[in-house]
């Protein structure tokens, strides 16, 4: 377990810029972008302790991050 956020820059550097131009002017690209972060952010809380949870809802958490994950990169690939 890291402890470290998984910020989407970090996940997908190469495309740092395409992430943020579509942040921008894309609103269903935004909107999966919001959903990942607002996981993301859970998951590190629950990490460092800050808001303790079950081990069950935390692997929901991990489960729902990396759908998100999957369906960024699809998106980034086809842009």
Do not use: C, W
């Not at 989407?8 to 921008?24: M, T």
């Not at 999966?32 to 958490?61: C, F, M, S, W």
């Amino acid at each position: 377990m890291s402890h470290v956020p998984h910020e989407l820059a970090e996940e997908f550097p190469a495309d740092k810029d395409k992430i943020h131009a579509l942040n921008e002017t894309d609103s269903h690209f935004s909107k999966l972008a919001d959903q990942y972060h607002t996981v993301n952010r859970k998951i590190h809380r629950i990490e460092t302790n800050v808001e303790p949870a079950d081990e069950g809802y935390e692997k929901q958490l991990r489960r729902q991050r990396l759908a998100l994950k999957d369906q960024i990169a699809v998106y980034l690939r086809q842009r």
